[in-house]
């Protein structure tokens, strides 16, 4: 079945420090990627998403590109702020006809931004 | 724009008894909604996927008759833990689509069953 393999935190970065988190995934068809947000207190929200090969989602100075090759779609930020300190979720969406869309998430990654 | 809420955001209850948690889209209409269960430091377990008006299909391992899902309209759907025991104490979420791919998720609630 689709899985969903992200870094293992907590990871811990100072303000406007270059922040990655790796994400790979194995999947059966061509699936769309995401990246999901949880602010403290607060349910998921979506923070970008890539549907096809190559394609990039940006949202916020984050970045991530879909890379079939490696099956991989790592979240990039140039500079951090306090205010990106948050669970990242990585995620892939099945698209086979009848199966609702489900998503299957990575373990999440929590990110603490220090002034 | 689309929000969507959980009630109650925690809930404590006895061994034994049933506890239901409502999840609602404020402003759309949400022909599917899913509900997931997640334990400290790990993923988003998806239990079922429930189309308005239509049965809920459950995920392998997720034992229909304890965890009853009801999406009687477009803008409520309801989890019941029947007869609960501490096992199933846990965080569960849920989401709500449109009827494209994007799920809209809800604060989540915590259940603890002493």
């Known amino acids: 079945g689709d899985s969903v393999t992200q870094m293992e935190g907590p990871v811990t970065l100072s303000e406007e420090a270059f922040l990655t988190i790796n994400c790979t995934y194995t999947?059966?068809?061509?699936?769309?990627l995401f990246w999901y947000v949880q602010y403290p207190g607060e349910g998921l929200q979506l923070l970008l998403k890539?549907?096809?090969?190559?394609d990039k989602g940006s949202n916020k100075g984050f970045e991530a590109t879909y890379r079939k090759e490696t099956t991989s779609f790592h979240l990039e930020k140039g500079s951090v702020q306090v205010s990106d300190s948050a669970v990242y979720f990585c995620?892939?969406?099945?698209?086979?006809?009848?199966?609702?869309?489900?998503?299957?998430f990575g373990k999440g990654t929590l990110l603490t931004v220090n002034p | 724009g689309a929000v969507v809420s959980q009630h109650p955001s925690w809930v404590i209850c006895k061994s034994g008894t049933s506890v239901k948690i409502e999840c609602r889209s404020l402003?759309?209409?949400?022909?599917?909604m899913f509900w997931y269960r997640q334990f400290p430091k790990q993923s988003l377990m998806l239990m079922a996927t429930?189309?308005?008006?239509?049965?809920?299909?459950?995920e392998q391992g997720v034992e229909k008759d304890k965890f009853l899902i009801n999406h009687a309209s477009l803008t409520l759907s309801t989890l019941t833990v029947t007869s609960a025991h501490p096992e199933d104490s846990s965080f569960y979420i849920c989401?709500?689509?449109?009827?494209?791919?994007?799920?809209?998720f809800g604060p989540g609630t915590r259940l603890t069953v002493t």
């Open positions: 890539a549907t096809k090969a190559d």
């Open positions: 429930s189309n308005e008006g239509s049965k809920a299909t459950y």
């Open positions: 999947a059966t068809g061509y699936p769309s």
């Open positions: 989401s709500a689509s449109g009827g494209r791919y994007e799920q809209y």
């Open positions: 402003d759309f209409q949400a022909t599917t």
């Open positions: 995620a892939l969406s099945d698209l086979a006809p009848g199966s609702n869309y489900k998503l299957t």
